[in-house]
């Protein structure tokens, strides 16, 4: 099989720059190296100039909605042009973003324009996410078998990540649900059944849950209407995220000047706050009569069921995903309600339509070499989870610190065993805890990131990055107020230096926020 190849070309596209690195790192490969090696971007590259005896590879990122990188982009006219490239031996990797619906768009037109002109592919075509290594280090393995002479190893390869979506979810089955705290509202950890979805995600990505309407809120709509069919009209509508454009079209059929006021830019803040827990219901009921509008118009105004976002709490498992939620259960104007997702998820439903999105910036490097400080209060340690899970698997000897806050240690410790473990096995260095309602003055996470200042202020001495995660209203501003304390404190740093010392860990991607 070597005998058979005297040449390898490698053509790239590239336009945030990680096609060309790769192609970079894969003229480094040993196994590239007793081969003649031409690399070029694909518009410079000449097809005219290829022969069965070189190997063509190809490595190009797709764009926006699958469009081709600027390097790249006359590429295709060139090879539209070729009557034949019968017996050209070629691979492509492909990047792409699935939040894109042409996911890897280029990359496939390309192979499929190959496969037309009678190009013979020796490994599968890879479409690789944002979260390309792990796809990159197999290809390079299985290139390397191939050009050993494992054909083989090149027509089985299967590293195609699907673009999954709001309009093409995952129905994964709900495997456990486990109560992590002792009173209302429950914090939940629930585990979904992802085998088989070829869906890959690491620590810090989000998983995006598109839930059923509650049916007895569709019920309730339909008999405010007077009608049997408004369930099923209605069932994939969005019913509690109430947009303003849609508040607009009911204020202009029922002209209710109390929703009129509202829906005026300066009572921003009051239309925020009757929101607030309320649905679609709740409108009609204050605002409309029935003979004002039909189910036919909601339908027209209102948008899909939108998708609810959580961070994910496990890492890198083909098998399984897991989330860390809150119960979102209440009473409001005589009526029970519960949460479009998280009612789904720890209710009686059997499964659940999920997608991933990758979220680079919440990441851990592939090998942790700094020290890392967590943050987080409630389920807002579900990211945090899923960091100390990669540190475990990576074995990594960096040093680690999580602050975690609730209200009472008895009833809301989440994952309590689990760190304590952690903690005693040296994935976790240190485990310090804020409940706020356990001692005579309420207590929280900046205060304890104080109380622990002088081994905060060695650890960011040393490059540490912090992941801080929960409401944004009760952590963001606090969390930074406690930074530029520490750094005058314990770093002697004037109030202005201190808070220019904040500002660029900020801009030096040394914090990493993952607020809701």
């Known amino acids: 099989m070597p005998a058979l190849i005297e040449r390898i070309v490698i053509g790239y596209g590239s336009e945030s720059g990680n096609a060309r690195g790769l192609t970079q790192r894969l003229l480094r490969l040993p196994c590239l190296q007793p081969y003649e090696l031409a690399v070029q971007d694909l518009n410079a590259l000449k097809l005219d100039s290829l022969t069965p005896r070189d190997l063509l590879i190809i490595v190009c990122s797709s764009f926006g909605d699958g469009e081709p990188p600027g390097n790249a982009d006359c590429f295709m006219d060139q090879l539209n042009e070729f009557a034949s490239l019968i017996d050209q031996p070629y691979a ?8 894109y619906p042409t996911f890897c768009g280029y990359s496939k037109l390309l192979d499929a324009t190959l496969l037309q002109k009678q190009a013979e592919p020796w490994i599968n075509r890879v479409d690789a996410d944002t979260d390309f290594e792990s796809f990159f280090d197999t290809w390079c393995a299985t290139l390397e078998a191939v050009l050993k002479g494992d054909r083989r190893a090149g027509s089985t390869l299967n590293l195609q990540v699907t673009a999954y979506g709001e309009k093409a979810t995952w129905p994964a089955r709900v495997i456990s649900r486990t109560r992590l705290n002792g009173t209302a509202p429950y914090a939940w950890q629930v585990r979904l059944d992802i085998e088989g979805s070829g869906i890959k995600y690491r620590a810090g990505d989000n998983l995006y849950v598109l839930a ?40 202009k059929v029922s002209q209710h000047e109390t929703l009129k006021g509202l829906l005026k830019v300066s009572n921003r803040k009051e239309l925020e706050a009757y929101l607030y827990g309320r649905d679609l219901l709740d409108v009609l009921d204050d605002f409309c009569e029935p003979d004002q509008l039909s189910v036919e118009d909601l339908v027209e105004w209102l948008p899909d069921v939108l998708p609810r976002a959580y961070s994910i709490a496990s890492h890198d498992n083909p098998g399984y995903v897991d989330l860390c939620i809150r119960e979102v259960a209440y009473d409001m104007a005589g009526r029970s309600r519960t949460g479009t997702a998280t009612g789904h998820l720890v209710g009686p439903h059997p499964e659940a339509r999920v997608f991933v999105r990758s979220n680079p910036p919440f990441h851990l490097p592939r090998q942790v070499e700094h020290p890392v400080i967590m943050i987080g209060t409630g389920t807002g340690i579900a990211p945090l989870i899923a960091l100390l899970e990669q540190i475990e698997q990576q074995n990594s000897p960096a040093q680690s610190c999580l602050i975690f806050g609730d209200r009472r240690r008895a009833s809301d410790f989440l994952y309590q065993s689990r760190l304590e473990k952690w903690q005693a096995s040296g994935v976790l260095d240190t485990l310090v805890t804020a409940f706020s309602r356990d001692g005579e003055s309420r207590y929280y996470v900046q205060d304890a990131m104080l109380e622990h200042g002088a081994y905060l202020w060695a650890l960011l001495d040393q490059g540490a990055h912090l992941y801080v995660c929960g ?46």
């Open 92 to 99: 492509i990797f492909g990047l792409g973003d699935t939040a």
């Open 212 to 251: 059923h309407n509650d049916e007895q809120l569709l019920v309730q709509v339909g008999e405010w209407f007077g009608r049997d069919d408004a369930r099923t009209l209605l069932a994939d509508k969005e019913l509690r995220q109430l947009s303003k454009s849609m508040l607009r079209d009911i204020a």
């Open 471 to 516: 409401n944004k209203s009760n952590l963001e501003r606090a969390i930074d107020a406690a930074l530029v304390n520490i750094a005058m404190t314990f770093g002697h740093l004037s109030e202005e230096v201190a808070q220019t010392f904040v500002a660029d860990l900020a801009s030096t991607h040394r914090v990493h926020k993952e607020l809701y």
